[in-house]
């Protein structure tokens, strides 16, 4: 949602960039899993770990 309302809410450009860098990563990531080359726990592990550096506090695509 930060995209789409960010010059509503003021967020600042950075923030949007940062939201679109994780989706990227996070994209990148399932198909690394979906080409079987990571494990289902690897996935886990540095998604958790995105979600961390990104401040990302839900995953409401799952």
Excluded: P
């Excluded at 309302?5 to 990148?28: K, P, T, V």
């Amino acid at each position: 949602m930060k995209t789409y309302y960010s010059h509503i809410r003021g967020e600042s450009l950075l923030e949007m960039n940062d939201f679109m860098r994780y989706s990227m990563q996070l994209a990148f990531l399932r198909q690394l899993l979906d080409k079987k080359l990571l494990t289902e726990k690897e996935y886990a592990l540095v998604k958790s770990r995105l979600m961390k550096d990104y401040k990302v506090v839900s995953d409401l695509m799952t």
